[in-house]
Every structure is written in C-alpha cells, then in structure tokens.
C-alpha cells in the first residue's frame, strides 16, 4: 500500500498522531505513529459487494473504513459504513 495506492482508489480520512486510535494500534500492531493511515473506499456499489446489496438497498453507497500500516503494507480492522446512514438518510 504505497502513497500512489492511497491516493489513487481510496480516501485519506487521517494518518499519523491525527488517527484518533493510533495509541492503541501501534501497541496492538506495531511500528510508529506516522506508518499509520486511517482510510476509506470512496462509495461503492452494492452491486460490486453482493453480501452488502440486501443490505443496503437499491442505490445505496457503502464505504468501507479501515487502517493501513504504510511500511508493512498491513491492513487491519475492515468496518463497512453506509454512506446514507453517514449522510442522515435511512
């Protein structure tokens, strides 16, 4: 997961000290603060994840949130999100 990668096909939500949970992934991961990237998917189409399509409804976005160590290239703790739900609409 090089820096082209993080800014190609998914969003940059924090890195570094500003990962409000950093503390505790560098105790429970490993490496430094700043190898630590808080990212999401930009929306994906239920469509593309059929397990979510139920889910989500018809034309609903999910997102998917997770954190990636920049030195390891080590993705941890997927979350999917709702972009509707983000956005106040149910």
Do not use: C
Not at 19 to 28: F, K, N, S, Y
Not at 34 to 39: A, E, N, R, T
Not at 71 to 88: P, R, W, Y
């Amino acid at each position: 997961m090089g820096e082209a990668t993080v800014a190609g096909a998914h969003r940059l939500i924090a890195s570094g000290p500003a990962i409000r949970d950093v503390g505790r992934l560098t105790a429970q991961y490993g490496r430094q603060a700043v190898d630590w990237v808080k990212l999401s998917t930009r929306g994906v189409s239920p469509s593309a994840l059929q397990s979510y399509a139920q889910q989500a409804g018809r034309g609903a976005k999910i997102e998917i949130h997770y954190y990636g160590n920049k030195a390891t290239e080590l993705v941890v703790e997927l979350k999917s999100v709702f972009s509707s739900v983000i956005q106040g609409k149910f």
